[in-house]
T-cell receptor, first 109, second 115 residues
Framework: NAGVTQTPKFQVLKTGQSMTLQCAQDMNHNSMYWYRQDPGMGLRLIYYSASEGTTDKGEVPNGYNVSRLNKREFSLRLESAAPSQTSVYFC????????FGNGTRLTVT | AQSVTQPDIHITVSEGASLELRCNYSYGATPYLFWYVQSPGQGLQLLLKYFSGDTLVQGIKGFEAEFKRSQSSFNLRKPSVHWSDAAEYFCAVGVSNFGNEKLTFGTGTRLTIIP
């Protein structure tokens, strides 16, 4: 019973490098979300997808792109990483409740 | 825009003692309110939620929360904490539309349990 799976768990990037964070869910949920968690700031919504083929900006979308590849998968891409994007990234799916993955800890140096 | 304030960054409680974690929200309409818990290195797990109806909401692990519209509060309570309750707790207010749910989270309260 996997739930929401995120890969990788850890990543270190240099400024300017690109990478894609992967997220997959096996609960047949329509809605999927990307959050970032920073100390003292809680979780902030980056992007969400209400259904396959649709994506919308959240509170902090700048510097990110997303792709809803199919119903199961929702990826987050950093085209040119910046130190301000050092954070823990959480993918979630569903609707009351949201189901969260275990996070990707990203460090940008 | 909605917002959530958790005024306590860190709380320490003795095992077996009662617990109350504070949450205040700002939202123009009737809010959807949630409490989530995060154990170290894990994602968030829903403890309980309030949509409407009875203002005292029961959740998992013996937690409850009370919605008080007049005080814009949704405080989380537990009568007797266990060492396994040590975690970070997040209050959230949500907008639910057509099957998706955008949550605004508070900054969290870290709970430490001492023997």
């Amino acid at each position: 019973n996997a739930g929401v799976t995120q890969t990788p768990k850890f990543q270190v990037l240099k400024t300017g490098q690109s990478m894609t964070l992967q997220c997959a869910q096996d609960m047949n949920h329509n809605s999927m979300y990307w959050y970032r968690q920073d100390p003292g700031m809680g979780l902030r919504l980056i992007y969400y997808s209400a259904s396959e083929g649709t994506t919308d900006k959240g509170e902090v979308p700048n510097g990110y792109n997303v792709s809803r590849l199919n119903k199961r998968e929702f990826s987050l891409r950093l085209e040119s990483a910046a130190p301000s994007q050092t954070s823990v990234y959480f993918c979630a799916s569903g609707y009351s409740p949201l189901h969260f993955g275990n996070g990707t800890r990203l460090t940008v140096t | 825009a909605q917002s959530v304030t958790q005024p306590d960054i860190h709380i320490t409680v003795s095992e077996g003692a009662s617990l109350e974690l504070r949450c205040n929200y700002s939202y123009g309409a009737t809010p959807y309110l949630f409490w989530y818990v995060q154990s170290p290195g894990q994602g968030l797990q829903l403890l309980l939620k309030y949509f409407s109806g009875d203002t005292l909401v029961q959740g998992i692990k013996g937690f409850e929360a009370e919605f008080k519209r007049s005080q814009s509060s949704f405080n989380l309570r537990k009568p007797s904490v266990h060492w396994s309750d040590a975690a970070e707790y997040f209050c959230a207010v949500g907008v639910s539309n057509f099957g998706n749910e955008k949550l605004t989270f508070g900054t969290g309260t870290r709970l430490t349990i001492i023997p």
